[in-house]
């Protein structure tokens, strides 16, 4: 069984606000990853990272930003949150190059922005 | 553009019968196809890999087929649970890039009934 762990599982909360989403494995993985889920829809990649002091941004353009200082830890920070960012945030890790390792999702912080 | 169709969007079945999801993608160059099961409020849970030699890959209840010739897999769910319901995700990987890019399908909600 997969130990990613993601906080808070929900946050209802105003705009404007500063917002980070924690997100935290256990499993030593060197890569990890954000995803922005919208009901009914499929995963999109916002941020991804290869180790500590690496980042990238993903497929879809996000406003959030991500820092990973530690192997272990991965948040998430939005500034000034809007409505628009309300949505579920996945988070995974995996291990080695590639696509041939699976990846390990934790369950997701589901965001409303009021 | 590479993208991956699954259908059904949804499906309901009763309990005891046997089910069968479609996927279609048009990724190149493929690495590998996953399937991932996605409770209510949880994250993705990988449930079969498979690589471009493989066509049958088997996983308790669950058997998943790839043809990479029609670009075409789907996942037979035998005897069906109560458990089972949930929305299965197909997922692409390509070789075209260091990080093994994912490609996500929508997903098709499966709803199983007593």
């Known amino acids: 069984e997969a130990d990613i762990y993601q906080t808070p599982r929900y946050l209802v909360i105003g705009t404007g606000k500063k917002i980070t989403l924690e997100c935290s494995q256990t499993?030593?993985?060197?890569?990890m990853y954000w995803y922005q889920q919208d009901p009914g829809m499929e995963l999109h990649l916002i941020h991804y990272?290869?180790?500590?002091?690496?980042?990238e941004k993903g497929d879809l353009s996000s406003e959030s930003t991500v820092s990973r200082i530690r192997t272990e830890h991965f948040p998430l920070t939005l500034e000034s949150a809007r409505p628009s960012h309300t949505s579920q945030y996945l988070c995974a890790s995996s291990e080695g190059q590639g696509g041939n390792q699976p990846q390990h999702f934790g369950d997701g912080t589901r965001l409303s922005i009021l | 553009k590479n993208q991956v169709e699954q259908s059904p969007q949804s499906l309901i079945i009763l309990e005891g019968k046997n089910c069968t999801l479609q996927c279609n993608y048009t990724v190149s160059p493929f690495s590998n196809l996953r399937w991932y099961k996605q409770d209510t409020g949880r994250g993705p849970v990988s449930l079969t890999i498979m690589t471009f030699s493989e066509n049958t890959k088997s996983n308790g209840r669950y058997t998943a087929t790839l043809d990479a010739d029609t670009k075409q897999s789907s996942l037979h769910i035998t005897a069906s649970q109560l458990s089972d319901s949930a929305s299965y995700i197909c997922v692409v990987s390509d070789r075209g890039s260091t990080l093994g890019r994912l490609y996500f399908g929508r997903g098709t909600q499966l709803t199983v009934w007593p």
């Open positions: 990272s290869y180790g500590v002091n690496s980042t």
């Open positions: 499993m030593g993985h060197d890569k």
